[in-house]
């Protein structure tokens, strides 16, 4: 009985996986069984393949991450940059009316900079919140049988109501944490993937 990989050699044994013959050079115990190099090598590129697409969809998952922060920061400078802009339009318009005054000018640049903040946390926070309601909402929706319990006008109506209902209190999620919730999600997967580059 000879070698599959080296005719001229004699086999030791035959593999557990394919059943070749191999050598001593060619056949390694692995965790109690015996395997040939070929279904090693096999299985080794099976593992480094699986092993590169679990981290392509790591980097796609980081880069999506990496993708919506920039863009909630984007959507807040807007929001924050249009509300700053109608703070000379307040001061025009008061100074045309002729009252023009220092506590004009303060409430004028300090309520103005409030709205901002609020007009872009709110924004903001919206960005980050609708998406995770709208999967609330598909998840209710997708359990319940509105219209095959109630036939369909009830049905339709019952749709609206619980629609109208989960998006009023969508809001107070997005306003109150829910929002701010969903960006350090994202931010832990960055800085969870930035930790494993640096421990690499």
């Known amino acids: 009985m000879k070698c599959f990989y080296h005719p001229v050699q004699d086999a030791v044994g035959t593999c557990n996986q394919c059943g070749k013959c191999a050598c001593h050079e060619c056949l ?12 090693i090598a096999r ?23 990496r993708r919506r922060i920039r863009t909630s920061k ?9 509300c ?30 409030i709205a901002a903040v609020f007009s872009g946390y709110s924004a903001w926070s919206f960005y980050w919140g609708i998406p995770a309601i709208w999967g609330g909402i598909k998840r209710v929706f997708s359990k ?12 339709f109506i019952e749709f609206f109501v619980l629609l109208f209902v989960l998006m009023f209190l969508g809001e107070f999620y997005c306003l109150f944490g829910g929002g701010w919730s969903q ?9 969870g993937e930035a930790r494993a580059a640096v421990a690499a």
């Open 28 to 39: 390694r115990e692995v965790n109690g069984g015996m395997f040939c190099k070929g279904c």
């Open 183 to 191: 960006y350090r999600k994202r931010v832990r997967v960055v800085r």
């Open 74 to 82: 984007i959507v807040f400078a807007i929001f924050f940059i249009l």
């Open 84 to 113: 700053v802009l109608e703070i000379p339009y307040y001061l025009v318009v008061v100074a045309r009316a002729g009252q023009l005054t220092v506590g004009s000018v303060f409430l004028g640049l300090v309520g103005g900079a």
């Open 43 to 65: 299985e080794l590129k099976a593992v480094e393949t699986e092993k590169q697409q679990i981290r392509e969809t790591q980097e796609a998952v980081v880069a999506r991450a």
């Open 144 to 155: 319940v049988p509105f219209f095959v319990i109630l036939g369909p006008v009830e049905g």
